[in-house]
């Protein structure tokens, strides 16, 4: 049997910064999130909510120290996306604000799942409160019933329960697999650590041309099915995002600096990146998305580059009706501005001086 996980604090002084110290929070909370704790997506004529949303908004809330509003929305997402493994999305069918709402997919979202999870675990911890942890557990308890051991490759996560294997054949999605996320998870618990070491592997095995690719296939042998044939895009841009903001301290981030070369090539020479990228050639399409570059400010932060991308997302407004993209800015500026990072265990760092110092003793298996 497990032994119960028990939480060890070094120094008990509470985290007190205020509440609302980070602007990007401030303006984020103001723009999408309802006063009950759901982050909505207002581009959508349902007036949509995922899973994404809310495990987002509640990591923004922990590095602003807003637990209000962290609880708020953990709240909103287990009474209206259920407990444990959320649906990953919700809306208004008629499209008014004060419409009845529901479920429109009952498929939950892995790497939602996983952002709760790893801010349940924070919170615990910087906020000294354990009553979170029961949460955390219930959640990686879900998560470990789509781990799947693909041949060559190692323990991989499904990106849901429906949908992503077929005849031997796995889909990954490894915008799916933030380290850090999976890092903390391995100090919490041993299980994960082969997760950990297989995810890192797929990324890199799945993105032959330093291009990571939004969705990726393994055969029942290991083998990538159609690298040609993949791009990247909307998913996959969040996997330079994570690799990014890694502590350099941990052992995979040179292996994916080095894996992601071409493409932090690719943005130091244009500035702002792609739409699109085709995985087998490396050839991009017209369209730049600058919001896409707050997922390279970690790379190109002293680079012309960065400078352009910082005036981009500095100067222009944040909008209800670009979610997507408010959501990249928070991270990507947040990150740049040193309003968070992480250490090599994948514990939440936060630049507040009267900060308590605390660990946690691993659990046992």
């Known amino acids: 049997m497990k032994k119960k996980f028990l939480l060890a604090c070094l120094i008990s002084a509470v985290f007190a910064a205020p509440a609302g110290a980070w602007e990007l929070w401030d303006k984020f909370k103001a723009t999408n999130l309802t006063p009950e704790g759901r982050v909505v997506d207002y581009s959508e004529t349902k007036l949509i909510t995922t899973s994404e949303g809310q495990s987002y908004g509640m990591f923004f809330a922990l590095v602003a120290n807003d637990k209000k509003a962290f609880d708020e929305m953990f709240a909103w997402t287990e009474k209206n996306l259920g407990e444990n493994q959320p649906a990953w999305l919700w809306g208004i069918p008629d499209g008014k604000p004060n419409g009845a709402g529901k479920i429109l997919d009952t498929n939950n979202a892995t790497d939602s799942d996983m952002w709760i999870a790893y801010c349940l675990i924070e919170a615990a911890r910087i906020w000294n409160d354990p009553s979170y942890l029961p949460k955390a557990d219930g959640y990686l308890a879900k998560l470990k019933e789509l781990v799947r051991d693909v041949p060559t490759v190692g323990k991989v996560i499904l990106p849901g329960r429906v949908?992503?294997?077929?005849?031997?054949?796995?889909?990954?999605?490894?915008?799916?697999?933030?380290?850090?996320?999976?890092?903390?998870?391995?100090?919490?618990?041993?299980?994960?650590?082969?997760?950990?070491?297989?995810?890192?592997?797929?990324?890199?095995?799945?993105?032959?041309?330093?291009?990571?690719?939004?969705?990726?296939?393994?055969?029942?042998?290991?083998?990538?099915?159609?690298?040609?044939?993949?791009?990247?895009?909307?998913?996959?841009?969040?996997?330079?995002?994570?690799?990014?903001?890694?502590?350099?301290?941990?052992?995979?981030?040179?292996?994916?600096?080095?894996?992601?070369?071409?493409?932090?090539?690719?943005?130091?020479?244009?500035?702002?990146?792609?739409?699109?990228?085709?995985?087998?050639?490396?050839?991009?399409?017209?369209?730049?998305?600058?919001?896409?570059?707050?997922?390279?400010?970690?790379?190109?932060?002293?680079?012309?580059?960065?400078?352009?991308?910082?005036?981009?997302?500095?100067?222009?407004?944040?909008?209800?009706?670009?979610?997507?993209?408010?959501?990249?800015?928070?991270?990507?500026?947040?990150?740049?501005?040193?309003?968070?990072?992480?250490?090599?265990?994948?514990?939440?760092?936060?630049?507040?001086d009267n900060m308590a110092v605390k660990t946690m003793t691993p659990r046992n298996e």
């Not at 697999?177 to 903390?184: K, Q, V």
Request: charged residues 20%; glycine residues 6%; neutral net charge.
């Open 163 to 352: 949908g992503f294997e077929e005849k031997g054949v796995i889909t990954i999605n490894p915008s799916y697999y933030p380290p850090h996320i999976l890092r903390r998870f391995a100090d919490y618990d041993p299980y994960w650590l082969p997760v950990l070491e297989g995810s890192i592997n797929a990324m890199v095995r799945c993105s032959p041309s330093g291009v990571a690719p939004d969705w990726a296939k393994f055969d029942a042998q290991g083998r990538l099915v159609d690298p040609q044939k993949m791009e990247g895009s909307y998913n996959a841009i969040r996997t330079y995002l994570w690799s990014g903001i890694l502590s350099p301290k941990d052992q995979n981030y040179e292996v994916l600096m080095r894996q992601y070369e071409p493409m932090i090539n690719l943005v130091k020479a244009t500035n702002i990146p792609p739409e699109k990228v085709n995985i087998g050639d490396m050839t991009v399409n017209n369209r730049q998305v600058n919001a896409f570059g707050a997922c390279f400010l970690p790379y190109v932060a002293a680079d012309k580059a960065g400078a352009v991308i910082r005036t981009v997302l500095t100067t222009t407004e944040m909008k209800d009706d670009n979610y997507y993209r408010n959501v990249l800015t928070v991270f990507g500026l947040g990150f740049d501005n040193r309003a968070y990072a992480f250490d090599e265990k994948g514990r939440l760092i936060l630049p507040t």
